[in-house]
């Protein structure tokens, strides 16, 4: 039965991957530390709906306790880097923003270039129209980038 809870809850916890040996074996020790062979047995004359709740209980304790191992340096064999994998993500994710922004400055100064240049040479009414549909692309490109900053 150990072992069976044990697989459960590496799985369950998504912790390592159940195929390794060291992550099984530390996932064990820390059961065998929370659950004697005497809890083991009354956990397992539970109704389904406690014995539920019970081992959902067991799977967040040993869960934190491996965390809490590989925190101190001591164990979490094969448990991801969460904050570095979202540090990383956030970097790129920032990077991405700040390509987009410089890119959408361009286009808005190109913009406002035209737009100052048909202002300033006011030729027919085609330009005029032309001139409105800049006007337009401009504020639509500098209200993106207030929003993208």
């Known amino acids: 039965l150990y072992a069976k809870l044990t697989l459960f809850i590496i799985a369950k916890s998504c912790l390592g991957n159940p195929a390794e040996k060291q992550v099984i074996r530390e996932t064990a020790a820390v059961i065998y ?22 081992l959902d209980d067991i799977q967040k ?5 491996r965390l809490y191992n590989k925190f101190r340096g001591k164990g979490g064999a094969n448990i991801d880097d969460v904050p ?5 993500a956030a970097d790129a994710g920032l990077a991405a923003l700040k390509e987009e922004t ?7 100064n190109k913009y406002a270039a035209i737009v100052e240049f048909h202002s300033l040479v006011n030729e027919e009414e085609s330009v005029e129209d ?11 490109a ?7 900053q």
């Open 130 to 140: 032309c001139l409105q549909v800049l006007k337009a692309l401009l504020i639509n």
């Open 33 to 54: 530390s929370v659950l004697s062979r005497k809890d083991m047995t009354a956990l397992f004359r539970l109704p389904p709906e406690q014995r539920a709740e019970q």
């Open 61 to 65: 304790t040993v869960a934190g306790i």
């Open 84 to 88: 570095g994998i979202v540090r990383k």
């Open 142 to 148: 500098r209200q993106y980038l207030e929003y993208m």
């Open 102 to 108: 410089e890119r959408f400055k361009e286009i808005a």
